[in-house]
């Protein structure tokens, strides 16, 4: 980046950095603090007590140096081995980042990145000249894209993924991207929580997906962030940045610290069959296997997901459900509209079994359901 203060100039023209923000209201974050007290045993004299805090208070002053400098030393490690493999992706419309995948020019990004483009050009960190690119293909259900470079060039550095059975809580997270634009930008913070299930606005560019078993980070995610990489401090992307979180409370400013990522098993799952295949058939995504719509009672009150469509031989038909039927609740969660329907399915897993509680011309029904895989 320029060593100039870029941040404080206006913002440039051009595309606009993309990426939804969640919406949230009336949120509140509690924090416990745990307090540790030491205890010696034993006897000693005042001056000797005195002789070994002093020596202590010395030994803890000379080691924070060494520590801080240790954690700067991974932090820089971490920057030099993932950052050159985050580009800049930019379309007719918005301007958003993506993570090189393989040598052969496969480059995986958020699909409300990619929008309804099939032409992109590309910048790497190394470089100021555009390189084009094609779409490979987008799934919009899980924010979820691939595009491929035209003609890659040597050198090509794809990321190397993580497992995502290993991300705790409390886990160093560096942010990697372009948010606002801010080409090959840095931002660090923790994996603040685990299997948050999270519904994006409905924008121009983005459907509104329901995602889950997303990580959430403190680390800061701002337009242009998306599909940028999450790392951890063995260089490992452990997800891609997707959303930042606004609060009604602000005015739908950022709510500082709350950003989310799709987690790496999600990102190579799709990725791979995207680029074998150029659509997904297993996403991972518990499906009911029904189209359905937000049911309203008599008092036009939401009050259940009704049945208009189902997919024959799919979950809902093997267990007996048929369009009309209302649902109100899929195992322990009230359904009240299609979003919560919705967003209890995302929480879920193909296979699962669950017992669906439903009304059929006014009468109360339950049926046990065999949940199926959402599907491109």
Request: overall charge neutral; charged content about 10%.
């Amino acid at each position: 980046m320029h060593p100039k203060k870029e941040p404080t100039r206006p913002a440039p023209a051009g595309p606009r950095p993309t990426g939804p923000r969640l919406m949230l209201t009336g949120a509140a974050l509690a924090l416990t603090g745990l307090v540790g007290t030491g205890c010696t045993s034993g006897s000693s004299s005042s001056s000797s007590s005195s002789s070994s805090s002093v020596s202590s208070a010395g030994s803890a002053a000379a080691a924070a140096p060494s520590v801080s400098n240790q954690l700067q030393d991974d932090y820089e490690r971490v920057i030099t081995n993932v950052l050159p493999s985050v580009v800049q992706i930019t379309t007719a419309s918005g301007l958003g980042s993506g993570i090189v995948y393989d040598a052969k020019g496969d480059i995986v990004t958020n699909a409300h990145v990619v929008g309804s483009a099939k032409t992109f050009t590309v910048t790497l960190p190394s470089s100021t000249k555009t390189l084009d690119a094609t779409l490979v293909g987008s799934y919009p259900d899980s924010d979820l894209a691939v595009i491929r470079l035209s003609s890659p060039p040597s050198g090509l550095k794809p990321a190397v993924f993580g497992d995502s059975s290993k991300v705790q809580v409390g886990q160093i997270t560096l942010a990697m991207g372009s948010p606002l634009g801010l080409s090959s930008s840095v931002t660090q913070g923790i994996v603040s929580a685990l299997g948050r299930t999270v519904t994006e606005p409905r924008t121009g560019d983005s459907p509104g997906a329901t995602i889950g078993n997303m990580v959430q980070t403190s680390a800061a995610i701002n337009p242009g962030n998306s599909g940028g990489a999450l790392a951890n401090l063995s260089s490992q992307v452990i997800g891609i940045n997707t959303l930042a979180a606004v609060a009604q409370e602000l005015n739908g400013g950022t709510a500082p610290g709350i950003g989310f990522a799709i987690p790496a098993a999600t990102i190579t799952s799709i990725a791979d069959q995207l680029i074998k295949d150029g659509k997904v058939t297993n996403s991972g995504r518990a499906a009911l296997g029904i189209t359905a719509r937000t049911y309203f009672n008599g008092d036009f009150e939401p009050a259940g997901a009704v049945i208009v469509d189902v997919v024959p031989g799919g979950a809902a038909d093997s267990a007996g459900l048929k369009a009309g039927d209302v649902i109100t609740k899929l195992g322990d969660s009230q359904i009240t509209t299609l979003s919560s329907l919705t967003t209890t399915l995302a929480s879920l897993q193909p296979g699962a079994k669950v017992t669906v509680s439903y009304q059929r011309d006014g009468q109360a029904k339950t049926a046990e359901v065999t949940l199926g895989t959402l599907e491109s």
